[in-house]
């Protein structure tokens, strides 16, 4: 075989390598996932066949329509709806308590020189460090004496201690990276120091702000042990405690529990399929720059 | 850490300019410190408080004790048997993501047909919930319908149905392998963007100095991508380290205390068996583990940040 023909061979190899690894790579990454959503669409009897059929014979969405839809109140289904809406309740106050804070005090520890600036940024750093079961019996005892426990809003607070240094962290990368010339040349032109944050600063860190938002939101969402101790109804348990609940018990409908998994896997699927582009960024930004 | 200040003149803070300076840096500060350390002082002192009593449900009154909760766990085996546990969960998890999450991240550097979507779907089990995982793969596992037994068997690769997660140790690799599963797109990812900042005349001057695939990967690829095994390493350990939630809905510790790790150790000490201030002090003494691994890392990427 002549020399020319070999190395065609060989890069023709090489590109069939690749696509194989990724056929594979990709198979790997998806397959247990489309086995939980088959699960959900599956009829109860399918699941329990051996040899197990991989696409059901009674596929449908009847599972989804019964967690929208169901009065049942004592029904896995019922939980999983109210427990959807709590989280949903949840992640929205955290976003937004954390960002309201936390925005503005990445932006000092990034642009203004005061002594304690270090120590702080790593104090905030560090609650990272910290788990969450050396805070929980006292945080169980203080919120029931405020009588926020089992409630959505004493889940914000508890969630905003672990997302505002996130924030904070993140916002002080992006600030640090906007060219301190353009907030100069704003105060020559007579805005204020506020102004100054509101109308230059924040406006150039912008898609900070977005990667910022989405992670508060994916946080809040994915979070479990704080809301396995502090709730306890349907007033405040999160899908994630659903979820846990109901698989734990014996007489398990696996259907029904994929459905709810399915459910509360979406937002944060979706928001990282259309928003890889900035969680990308978030990962690379909070973790290279600083 | 290169950080570019707007104003180094201290004595600005002396003139009306500083004074408002002043202002705004108490006005946005006060606020995340209010909202972090109010929610995290408060409980961590308390819990510190208890760790030095006998506070239990289950005895009347709560003698100070000093230190003893803390020497009781320090000669307690069921606490050091967790302690190895966690260890082997965090070595092994974090070692496979590392090696894994680097074969995903070459390939998603390479061209190839549908790139971009292998990209965005490589995302996806990271952004799954952690109880929405762990529930996933038990259900997978599961002795009577699971999914891999079903594969297994199809395949011929098994004669019966296995229990996985009956066994103590396999039970503790499955673990392992849903946590690798979720987490290995994370360290891909930080390592795909450090390969993809690697300038291709390195590779070509690589390649005229002689080196094979092996020695461009070696004198090339790694040294560009130290930062971002740095932050996964950090990262990884630390989380596999305080693990909990995977635990919890795969197996509940068990079987055997097979799946038991320190903070579900101290989760059972203080939610099962009620005893307060050994739980707090099984906590102090997870977060001084941790603390001391941050240290260690702290001085690693001093180092690198020099270098």
Known sequence: MSGPTQARLRKA???????????????????????????SIAGPSDLLERPLRWWPAHAGLGRYLTVLTTTDVNSAAYTFRRALINSSAVAFGTTVLSLVTGVPAGYVLARSRFRGRQALTIFF?????LPPIALIVALYVILSLLGQRDSVVGLILVYSSFVTPFVVWIMRGYFTAV?????????????SRFETFWRVGLPLATPGLVTTIIFAILLAWDEFFYALILTSSLRAKTISVAIAEFSGQHMIDYGMIATGGVMAALPPVIIALILQKYIVQGLTAGAVKG | MSLRLSSPNPRLLRTRVGREERRLI???????????????LIPLLEALWISFHRYSLTTPGRPFIGLANYS???????????????????????????VLGLMIALLLNERFVGRGLLRALVLVPWALPTIVNGMMWR?????????????????????????????PWVAMNCVIFADVWKMTPLVAMLLLANLQVIPAELYEAASIDGAGPLGRFRYVTLPSIRSGIL???????????????????????????????????????????LQFGKGAALSYLIAVFITLLALVYFRLIREEVQA
């Not at chain 1, 750093?125 to 460090?129: C, P, R, V």
């Not at chain 2, 596999?240 to 903070?263: C, E, L, Y």
């Open chain 1, 125 to 129: 750093l560090s609650t990272y460090l």
């Open chain 2, 26 to 40: 108490v006005a946005f500060l006060v606020p995340a410190l209010l909202v972090t350390f109010g929610v995290v």
């Open chain 2, 139 to 167: 259900w997978i596992f599961n002795a009577d319908y699971g999914a891999l037994n079903a594969i297994l068997l199809q395949l011929g690769l098994i004669k019966d149905y296995q229990a996985w997660l009956s066994s």
């Open chain 1, 179 to 191: 060219p301190v010339e353009i907030e100069e040349a704003a105060r020559i032109d007579g805005c």
């Open chain 1, 13 to 39: 190899g090489r590109r069939l390598g690749l696509h194989l690894a990724a056929l594979l790579a990709g198979a790997f990454i998806l397959a247990p996932f489309a086995w939980l959503v088959i699960s």
């Open chain 2, 231 to 273: 932050v996964s390493l950090v990262t990884r350990t630390i989380e596999a380290f305080k693990v909990f939630d995977i635990i919890f809905i795969m197996t509940r510790s068990g079987p055997a205390n097979g799946t038991q790790t320190i903070a579900y150790y101290a989760y059972t000490e203080t939610f099962t068996a």
């Open chain 2, 72 to 98: 009781s766990a320090l000669v307690d085996p069921g606490f050091w048997a967790a302690t190895w546990r966690t260890v082997y969960f965090t070595l092994v998890s974090t070692g496979l993501e590392l």
